[in-house]
């Protein structure tokens, strides 16, 4: 069973006007390839950095985890919030690209 809705929202999970949503009653099953082509779309460090994506639909990327920082509790607004600060590098292994990433 899965749900299909609309894909909106202030971040879109994806560029397509459906999402498709799995439930508890939900079985996955293991499968051959229906074709061997690339199926995904993977954008490229440099392109988020000039701004070629729309900031409000996600993108997928394969990286690399560069560094990664200590998990800190901290107080903002009144609550207790974690943030954990960690820096990401594209498949390409150029050393030049790289994204540091704040994540609340």
């Avoid at 909106?8 to 439930?23: A, D, E, I, S, V």
């Avoid at 701004?51 to 609550?79: C, H, M, R, T, W």
Wanted: glycine share 6%.
């Amino acid at each position: 069973m899965f749900t299909l809705n609309y894909a909106g929202g202030q971040l879109r999970p994806t560029n397509h006007l459906y999402k498709m949503t799995l439930t508890n009653g939900t079985t996955v099953m293991g499968s051959e390839p229906v074709f061997d082509s690339m199926f995904l779309s993977l954008a490229k460090f440099q392109k988020i950095q000039n701004g070629e994506f729309n900031p409000y639909i996600l993108v997928d990327v394969i990286v690399l985890i560069v560094s990664l920082g200590e998990l800190q509790n901290l107080e903002a607004n009144n609550k207790h919030t974690t943030k954990l600060e960690f820096e990401i590098r594209d498949e390409t292994l150029l050393g030049h690209v790289k994204i540091l990433i704040v994540e609340w």
